[in-house]
Protein backbone atom coordinates (compact mmCIF):
# COMPACT_ATOMS: atom_id res chain seq x y z
CA UNK A 1 0.00 0.00 0.00
CA UNK A 2 0.89 3.71 -0.99
CA UNK A 3 2.38 5.20 1.88
CA UNK A 4 1.60 9.21 2.72
CA UNK A 5 4.29 11.61 3.25
CA UNK A 6 3.36 12.07 7.11
CA UNK A 7 3.35 7.85 7.19
CA UNK A 8 7.09 7.78 5.39
CA UNK A 9 8.09 10.97 7.63
CA UNK A 10 7.27 9.55 11.12
CA UNK A 11 8.54 5.99 9.95
CA UNK A 12 12.27 7.22 9.15
CA UNK A 13 11.59 9.53 12.29
CA UNK A 14 11.36 5.86 14.59
CA UNK A 15 14.55 4.25 13.07
CA UNK A 16 16.48 7.25 13.12
CA UNK A 17 15.20 8.05 16.87
CA UNK A 18 16.02 4.40 17.82
CA UNK A 19 19.35 4.55 16.63
CA UNK A 20 20.65 7.51 17.58
CA UNK A 21 18.11 9.19 20.45
CA UNK A 22 16.26 12.08 20.15
CA UNK A 23 19.95 13.78 20.83
CA UNK A 24 21.60 12.30 18.05
CA UNK A 25 18.98 12.71 15.13
CA UNK A 26 17.64 16.34 13.34
CA UNK A 27 15.04 17.04 11.46
CA UNK A 28 17.41 16.99 8.44
CA UNK A 29 18.45 13.62 8.78
CA UNK A 30 14.70 12.45 9.01
CA UNK A 31 13.41 14.19 5.81
CA UNK A 32 16.79 13.23 3.89
CA UNK A 33 15.83 9.37 5.17
CA UNK A 34 11.60 9.56 4.15
CA UNK A 35 13.14 11.27 0.58
CA UNK A 36 11.27 14.57 1.46
CA UNK A 37 12.84 18.20 1.62
CA UNK A 38 13.17 19.72 5.03
CA UNK A 39 10.22 22.25 4.66
CA UNK A 40 8.45 19.71 3.97
CA UNK A 41 8.90 18.22 7.06
CA UNK A 42 8.14 20.93 8.54
CA UNK A 43 5.25 21.60 7.20
CA UNK A 44 4.14 18.43 9.03
CA UNK A 45 5.89 18.44 12.31
CA UNK A 46 6.95 21.86 13.87
CA UNK A 47 10.01 19.80 15.55
CA UNK A 48 11.46 17.07 16.65
CA UNK A 49 9.47 16.81 20.14
CA UNK A 50 6.65 17.23 17.85
CA UNK A 51 7.54 14.47 15.77
CA UNK A 52 8.08 11.88 19.29
CA UNK A 53 4.80 12.87 20.24
CA UNK A 54 3.15 12.25 16.51
CA UNK A 55 4.58 8.69 16.55
CA UNK A 56 3.47 8.09 20.11
CA UNK A 57 -0.05 9.44 19.61
CA UNK A 58 -0.73 7.19 16.48
CA UNK A 59 0.99 4.15 17.60
CA UNK A 60 -1.21 4.11 20.55
CA UNK A 61 -4.27 4.75 18.44
CA UNK A 62 -3.34 1.72 16.54
CA UNK A 63 -2.74 -0.08 20.05
CA UNK A 64 -6.27 0.87 21.33
CA UNK A 65 -8.02 -0.17 18.27
CA UNK A 66 -6.76 -3.68 17.80
CA UNK A 67 -7.22 -4.11 21.41
CA UNK A 68 -10.53 -3.33 21.27
CA UNK A 69 -10.75 -6.21 18.67
CA UNK A 70 -8.87 -8.72 20.16
CA UNK A 71 -11.11 -8.18 23.10
CA UNK A 72 -14.61 -8.16 21.57
CA UNK A 73 -15.98 -12.02 22.39
CA UNK A 74 -14.45 -12.37 25.25
CA UNK A 75 -16.60 -12.88 28.22
CA UNK A 76 -15.11 -13.47 31.72
CA UNK A 77 -12.30 -11.07 33.27
CA UNK A 78 -9.85 -13.57 33.63
CA UNK A 79 -9.68 -14.03 29.54
CA UNK A 80 -10.14 -10.71 28.92
CA UNK A 81 -7.08 -9.71 31.02
CA UNK A 82 -4.89 -13.14 29.65
CA UNK A 83 -5.51 -11.08 26.29
CA UNK A 84 -4.71 -7.89 27.26
CA UNK A 85 -1.22 -9.08 28.57
CA UNK A 86 -0.74 -11.51 25.12
CA UNK A 87 -1.77 -8.22 23.26
CA UNK A 88 0.58 -5.76 24.83
CA UNK A 89 3.97 -8.53 24.90
CA UNK A 90 2.89 -9.63 21.45
CA UNK A 91 2.95 -5.57 20.01
CA UNK A 92 5.99 -4.65 21.64
CA UNK A 93 7.79 -7.80 20.00
CA UNK A 94 6.40 -6.79 16.44
CA UNK A 95 7.38 -3.32 16.97
CA UNK A 96 11.08 -3.26 18.72
CA UNK A 97 11.80 0.22 17.32
CA UNK A 98 8.43 2.10 18.73
CA UNK A 99 9.20 0.16 22.11
CA UNK A 100 12.30 1.90 22.41
CA UNK A 101 11.34 4.69 21.97
CA UNK A 102 8.93 4.86 24.00
CA UNK A 103 10.67 3.76 27.14
CA UNK A 104 13.63 5.51 26.67
CA UNK A 105 12.53 8.77 24.70
CA UNK A 106 8.94 9.23 25.75
CA UNK A 107 8.29 7.83 29.30
CA UNK A 108 11.67 9.86 30.55
CA UNK A 109 10.06 13.21 29.08
CA UNK A 110 8.10 15.08 31.70
CA UNK A 111 6.35 16.97 28.27
CA UNK A 112 5.01 14.32 27.47
CA UNK A 113 2.05 13.90 30.04
CA UNK A 114 0.91 17.35 28.98
CA UNK A 115 0.08 16.39 25.24
CA UNK A 116 -2.72 15.25 23.74
CA UNK A 117 -0.99 11.81 23.45
CA UNK A 118 -0.92 10.86 26.77
CA UNK A 119 -4.42 11.15 26.47
CA UNK A 120 -4.61 8.00 24.99
CA UNK A 121 -2.66 6.28 27.58
CA UNK A 122 -5.13 7.16 30.12
CA UNK A 123 -7.69 6.24 27.30
CA UNK A 124 -5.65 2.34 27.39
CA UNK A 125 -5.39 2.12 31.35
CA UNK A 126 -9.00 2.74 31.53
CA UNK A 127 -9.68 -0.28 29.49
CA UNK A 128 -7.38 -2.39 31.73
CA UNK A 129 -9.36 -1.31 34.87
CA UNK A 130 -12.18 -1.93 33.46
CA UNK A 131 -11.07 -5.53 32.76
CA UNK A 132 -10.07 -5.30 36.91
CA UNK A 133 -13.27 -4.19 37.67
CA UNK A 134 -15.02 -6.59 35.47
CA UNK A 135 -13.48 -9.46 37.79
CA UNK A 136 -14.63 -8.00 40.66
CA UNK A 137 -17.80 -7.73 39.68
CA UNK A 138 -18.20 -11.50 38.59
CA UNK A 139 -16.42 -12.55 42.06
CA UNK A 140 -13.51 -13.40 40.11
CA UNK A 141 -11.42 -11.13 41.50
CA UNK A 142 -11.40 -10.25 45.08
CA UNK A 143 -12.62 -7.06 46.17
CA UNK A 144 -9.82 -5.12 47.99
CA UNK A 145 -7.78 -5.06 44.95
CA UNK A 146 -6.09 -1.69 44.78
CA UNK A 147 -6.79 -0.52 40.92
CA UNK A 148 -4.43 2.01 40.75
CA UNK A 149 -0.99 -0.14 41.73
CA UNK A 150 -2.25 -3.11 40.35
CA UNK A 151 -1.83 -1.19 37.03
CA UNK A 152 1.19 -0.03 37.64
CA UNK A 153 2.36 -3.86 38.58
CA UNK A 154 0.91 -4.59 34.46
CA UNK A 155 2.39 -2.01 32.91
CA UNK A 156 5.52 -2.17 34.82
CA UNK A 157 5.98 -5.56 33.90
CA UNK A 158 5.06 -5.36 30.36
CA UNK A 159 7.84 -2.66 29.77
CA UNK A 160 10.91 -4.47 31.49
CA UNK A 161 9.61 -7.37 30.00
CA UNK A 162 10.51 -5.35 26.56
CA UNK A 163 13.99 -4.08 27.94
CA UNK A 164 14.98 -7.76 28.83
CA UNK A 165 13.95 -8.88 25.01
CA UNK A 166 15.16 -5.88 23.60
CA UNK A 167 18.06 -4.16 25.26
CA UNK A 168 19.37 -7.47 27.40
CA UNK A 169 17.78 -10.31 25.13
CA UNK A 170 17.18 -12.40 27.53
CA UNK A 171 14.33 -13.64 25.77
CA UNK A 172 13.96 -13.96 21.94
CA UNK A 173 10.52 -12.89 22.43
CA UNK A 174 8.95 -11.30 25.99
CA UNK A 175 5.67 -12.85 25.05
CA UNK A 176 6.94 -16.80 25.72
CA UNK A 177 6.67 -15.06 29.61
CA UNK A 178 3.18 -14.70 29.58
CA UNK A 179 2.19 -17.74 31.26
CA UNK A 180 4.77 -17.28 34.03
CA UNK A 181 3.04 -13.02 33.98
CA UNK A 182 -0.40 -14.50 34.17
CA UNK A 183 0.35 -16.63 36.48
CA UNK A 184 1.87 -14.41 38.67
CA UNK A 185 -0.85 -11.54 38.63
CA UNK A 186 -4.09 -13.83 39.05
CA UNK A 187 -2.18 -15.10 42.39
CA UNK A 188 -2.45 -11.62 43.26
CA UNK A 189 -6.32 -11.12 41.85
CA UNK A 190 -8.26 -13.72 42.44
CA UNK A 191 -10.89 -14.15 45.07
CA UNK A 192 -9.60 -16.29 47.99
CA UNK A 193 -11.26 -18.92 48.85
CA UNK A 194 -13.91 -18.87 51.99
CA UNK A 195 -12.29 -20.65 55.24
CA UNK A 196 -13.32 -24.10 55.65
CA UNK A 197 -16.40 -24.85 57.58
CA UNK A 198 -14.65 -24.94 61.51
CA UNK A 199 -13.05 -21.01 60.36
CA UNK A 200 -16.95 -19.35 60.03
CA UNK A 201 -16.70 -17.15 62.43
CA UNK A 202 -12.84 -15.82 61.30
CA UNK A 203 -15.04 -15.79 57.80
CA UNK A 204 -17.81 -13.43 59.12
CA UNK A 205 -14.79 -10.96 60.44
CA UNK A 206 -13.21 -10.92 57.53
CA UNK A 207 -16.32 -9.89 55.52
CA UNK A 208 -17.44 -7.82 58.27
CA UNK A 209 -13.80 -5.78 58.12
CA UNK A 210 -14.26 -5.58 54.45
CA UNK A 211 -17.74 -4.28 54.11
CA UNK A 212 -17.20 -2.21 57.08
CA UNK A 213 -14.27 -0.47 55.25
CA UNK A 214 -15.55 0.04 52.27
CA UNK A 215 -18.79 1.56 53.74
CA UNK A 216 -18.60 2.41 57.10
CA UNK A 217 -20.40 1.15 60.28
CA UNK A 218 -23.81 2.95 59.53
CA UNK A 219 -24.17 2.04 56.30
CA UNK A 220 -22.93 -1.69 56.44
CA UNK A 221 -25.52 -3.97 55.87
CA UNK A 222 -25.31 -7.66 57.93
CA UNK A 223 -26.71 -8.84 54.79
CA UNK A 224 -23.72 -8.14 52.14
CA UNK A 225 -21.20 -9.43 55.41
CA UNK A 226 -23.40 -12.66 55.10
CA UNK A 227 -22.88 -12.73 51.11
CA UNK A 228 -19.37 -12.32 51.18
CA UNK A 229 -18.65 -14.83 53.69
CA UNK A 230 -21.11 -17.04 51.89
CA UNK A 231 -23.44 -17.91 54.69
CA UNK A 232 -26.99 -17.39 55.49
CA UNK A 233 -27.94 -14.14 57.07
CA UNK A 234 -29.29 -15.88 60.13
CA UNK A 235 -25.79 -17.71 60.61
CA UNK A 236 -24.18 -14.55 61.16
CA UNK A 237 -26.38 -14.23 64.11
CA UNK A 238 -25.51 -17.53 65.53
CA UNK A 239 -22.03 -15.78 66.07
CA UNK A 240 -22.32 -12.32 67.03
CA UNK A 241 -25.35 -10.94 68.74
CA UNK A 242 -25.87 -7.50 66.56
CA UNK A 243 -24.07 -5.47 64.50
CA UNK A 244 -22.06 -3.72 66.87
CA UNK A 245 -20.65 -6.77 68.44
CA UNK A 246 -19.40 -8.14 64.98
CA UNK A 247 -17.40 -4.31 65.14
CA UNK A 248 -16.08 -4.75 67.90
CA UNK A 249 -15.18 -8.43 67.20
CA UNK A 250 -13.30 -7.16 64.31
CA UNK A 251 -11.69 -4.63 66.60
CA UNK A 252 -11.14 -6.92 69.49
CA UNK A 253 -9.24 -8.74 66.64
CA UNK A 254 -6.23 -6.65 65.71
CA UNK A 255 -5.63 -5.34 68.99
CA UNK A 256 -5.41 -8.39 70.62
CA UNK A 257 -2.96 -9.40 67.63
CA UNK A 258 -0.91 -5.68 68.08
CA UNK A 259 -1.12 -6.93 72.15
CA UNK A 260 0.98 -9.95 71.57
CA UNK A 261 3.39 -8.90 68.65
CA UNK A 262 4.12 -5.27 70.70
CA UNK A 263 6.88 -7.09 72.92
CA UNK A 264 8.52 -8.39 70.23
CA UNK A 265 9.84 -5.27 69.37
CA UNK A 266 11.32 -3.69 72.67
CA UNK A 267 14.72 -5.71 71.78
CA UNK A 268 16.24 -2.34 72.92
CA UNK A 269 17.57 -1.18 75.93
CA UNK A 270 17.15 2.73 76.49
CA UNK A 271 13.13 4.00 76.96
CA UNK A 272 13.47 6.36 74.35
CA UNK A 273 14.17 3.99 71.56
CA UNK A 274 11.48 1.71 73.13
CA UNK A 275 9.25 4.86 72.94
CA UNK A 276 9.98 5.44 69.30
CA UNK A 277 9.63 2.02 68.78
CA UNK A 278 5.71 1.96 69.90
CA UNK A 279 4.96 5.23 68.03
CA UNK A 280 6.24 3.72 64.77
CA UNK A 281 4.53 0.25 65.44
CA UNK A 282 1.38 1.76 65.99
CA UNK A 283 1.79 3.40 62.92
CA UNK A 284 2.95 0.47 60.61
CA UNK A 285 0.84 -2.02 62.02
CA UNK A 286 -1.76 0.08 61.13
CA UNK A 287 -1.43 1.19 57.91
CA UNK A 288 -0.42 -2.41 56.90
CA UNK A 289 -4.30 -3.41 56.67
CA UNK A 290 -5.53 -0.17 55.11
CA UNK A 291 -9.24 -1.90 55.76
CA UNK A 292 -8.60 -2.21 59.45
CA UNK A 293 -6.89 1.63 59.50
CA UNK A 294 -10.56 3.17 58.38
CA UNK A 295 -12.80 0.96 60.79
CA UNK A 296 -10.35 1.53 63.68
CA UNK A 297 -10.26 5.69 63.04
CA UNK A 298 -13.72 5.73 61.60
CA UNK A 299 -15.75 3.46 63.91
CA UNK A 300 -13.57 2.76 66.79
CA UNK A 301 -12.05 6.22 67.80
CA UNK A 302 -15.19 7.75 67.48
CA UNK A 303 -17.95 5.90 68.25
CA UNK A 304 -18.65 6.27 72.11
CA UNK A 305 -19.94 2.66 72.36
CA UNK A 306 -16.43 1.52 71.42
CA UNK A 307 -15.39 2.42 75.13
CA UNK A 308 -18.32 0.14 76.39
CA UNK A 309 -17.44 -2.68 74.62
CA UNK A 310 -15.23 -6.09 75.17
CA UNK A 311 -12.76 -4.79 72.67
CA UNK A 312 -11.76 -1.35 74.47
CA UNK A 313 -10.17 -3.73 77.09
CA UNK A 314 -7.79 -4.81 74.43
CA UNK A 315 -7.17 -1.57 73.80
CA UNK A 316 -6.63 0.00 77.08
CA UNK A 317 -3.90 -2.87 77.99
CA UNK A 318 -2.42 -1.68 74.45
CA UNK A 319 -1.93 2.12 75.73
CA UNK A 320 -1.16 1.14 79.22
CA UNK A 321 2.42 -0.28 77.78
CA UNK A 322 3.12 3.59 76.10
CA UNK A 323 1.76 4.58 79.63
CA UNK A 324 4.08 2.41 81.33
CA UNK A 325 7.25 3.17 79.13
CA UNK A 326 6.90 6.83 80.57
CA UNK A 327 7.06 5.66 83.88
CA UNK A 328 10.06 3.46 83.21
CA UNK A 329 11.60 6.53 81.13
CA UNK A 330 11.15 8.73 84.56
CA UNK A 331 12.26 5.69 86.90
CA UNK A 332 15.51 5.59 84.87
CA UNK A 333 16.35 9.47 84.46
CA UNK A 334 15.86 9.57 80.59
CA UNK A 335 12.42 11.08 81.02
CA UNK A 336 11.15 14.21 82.59
CA UNK A 337 10.08 13.83 86.12
CA UNK A 338 6.41 16.17 85.15
CA UNK A 339 5.24 14.46 82.48
CA UNK A 340 1.46 12.95 82.86
CA UNK A 341 1.47 9.14 81.19
CA UNK A 342 -2.15 9.66 80.69
CA UNK A 343 -2.05 13.27 79.03
CA UNK A 344 1.00 12.24 77.04
CA UNK A 345 -1.35 9.15 75.85
CA UNK A 346 -4.02 11.31 74.98
CA UNK A 347 -1.72 13.41 72.98
CA UNK A 348 -0.24 10.58 70.86
CA UNK A 349 -3.95 9.05 70.36
CA UNK A 350 -5.34 12.28 69.42
CA UNK A 351 -2.31 13.20 66.92
CA UNK A 352 -2.29 10.06 64.92
CA UNK A 353 -6.66 10.44 64.51
CA UNK A 354 -6.13 13.35 63.40
CA UNK A 355 -2.89 12.44 60.91
CA UNK A 356 -5.49 9.65 60.34
CA UNK A 357 -8.46 11.50 59.43
CA UNK A 358 -6.24 13.84 57.27
CA UNK A 359 -4.79 10.80 55.20
CA UNK A 360 -8.10 9.45 55.22
CA UNK A 361 -10.41 12.07 54.05
CA UNK A 362 -8.49 13.95 51.45
CA UNK A 363 -7.29 11.19 49.11
CA UNK A 364 -6.47 13.45 46.16
CA UNK A 365 -3.46 15.03 48.28
CA UNK A 366 -0.55 12.98 48.25
CA UNK A 367 1.47 12.80 52.07
CA UNK A 368 4.31 11.70 52.95
CA UNK A 369 3.35 9.25 55.77
CA UNK A 370 6.74 8.36 56.61
CA UNK A 371 8.01 11.65 57.04
CA UNK A 372 5.14 13.11 59.27
CA UNK A 373 5.74 10.31 61.15
CA UNK A 374 9.09 10.70 62.08
CA UNK A 375 8.46 14.10 62.40
CA UNK A 376 5.95 13.37 64.72
CA UNK A 377 7.97 10.73 66.52
CA UNK A 378 10.62 13.30 66.95
CA UNK A 379 7.74 16.29 68.54
CA UNK A 380 6.95 13.39 70.79
CA UNK A 381 10.26 12.24 71.92
CA UNK A 382 11.45 15.74 72.23
CA UNK A 383 8.23 16.48 74.57
CA UNK A 384 9.46 13.88 77.06
CA UNK A 385 13.04 13.50 77.15
CA UNK A 386 15.76 15.49 79.62
CA UNK A 387 18.39 15.55 76.91
CA UNK A 388 17.59 17.76 73.77
CA UNK A 389 19.96 15.51 71.73
CA UNK A 390 17.65 12.62 71.98
CA UNK A 391 18.37 10.00 68.72
CA UNK A 392 15.82 9.70 66.47
CA UNK A 393 14.86 5.66 65.54
Known amino acids: MHKTTRERILE ?32 YFKGKD ?33 KFLWYSLKYNDLHKNYVRNLLFECRSNPELYNTEAYALVKKHASNLRGILKTGVDEGIFHADIDLSLLRDIIY ?44 KKENILSAAEEVFSRHGFFKAKVSEIARIANIAEGSIYNNFVNKDDLLFSVAGKYLNRNLEALPSIFHIETSQQKLSAFIRFHFTSLLGNYKFFRIYVLDMLLNKKFYKSKSYEAHRKYFK ?8 GKAKGEFHEDVNPRVFRNMFIGAFTHMALRWIAFTDRKYDKLEEINTLCGLLLSAVSLRDDQPAY
Open 156 to 199: GTIDFEAIGCIENEEVKESGQDLNDIMSLIFRMVKRKEAPAAGD
Open 321 to 328: ILEDLIEE
Open 12 to 43: AAEELLTQNGIEGTTIANIAQKAGVADSLAYQ
Open 50 to 82: DLVNAIFHDRMEETIEILQDHLEGIIDAKSKLS
